[in-house]
């Protein structure tokens, strides 16, 4: 099967974005997209109801879990330079284009290099993306995307996550993308 030629233009956006180390980033792959609902706290005067906010959650790029939902746009206005350090994540009942998949974390040692962390990025998130998505990657019409740890991330903070996760390609949905099959 080959790629089409938008499809194989799409993963080289994604490969480039991908490529980008993330300081706190690294750790991205804790837990990319909070699943948790951004809600208000409960009105007791009010009967006590509560309310789902429709504004993103900022969440600590190193607490991102498998089923943290987001949108690439907003995600995207959350960079410092090539760094992220939070991510804005929704809950998945609200429209969203990408969600956490898979979190690896990388062996104790001495930082690899950017080329072996891509590596390693690039296995973890393909290998990993059927048993997501229900189909495999090269079948699918969604795309991967990842965060990696930054070498000084790796140093400092003992940032070892690569944080996958699946990306619509601008496609609004609601609801969890695990089983999605397409």
Known sequence: MSLSPFRALALSALACGAALSLTGCGAIVNNL???????????????????????????????????????????????????????????CAEEHDAEVYHIETLPEGAFPGETAIE?????ACETNFETFIGVPYLE???????????????????????????????????????????
């Open 33 to 91: 997209l909070g699943g948790a609902p951004a809600e208000t706290a409960p009105d007791g005067a009010a009967g006590g109801s509560e309310e789902t906010s429709l504004l993103p959650e900022s969440d600590d790029v190193f607490t991102l879990a498998v089923g943290d939902c987001f949108t690439e746009a907003e995600f995207n206005t959350s960079f410092t330079g090539d760094e992220v350090s939070e991510v804005p994540t929704l809950d």
């Open 119 to 123: 590596s390693s990025a690039t296995e």
């Open 140 to 182: 699918s019409e969604l795309y991967y995307s990842y965060l990696t740890p930054t070498e000084d991330g790796w140093n400092t903070i003992d940032d070892r996550e690569i944080v996958c996760y699946i990306v619509t390609s601008g496609e609004m949905v609601t609801g969890t993308l695990a089983g999605a099959a397409r």
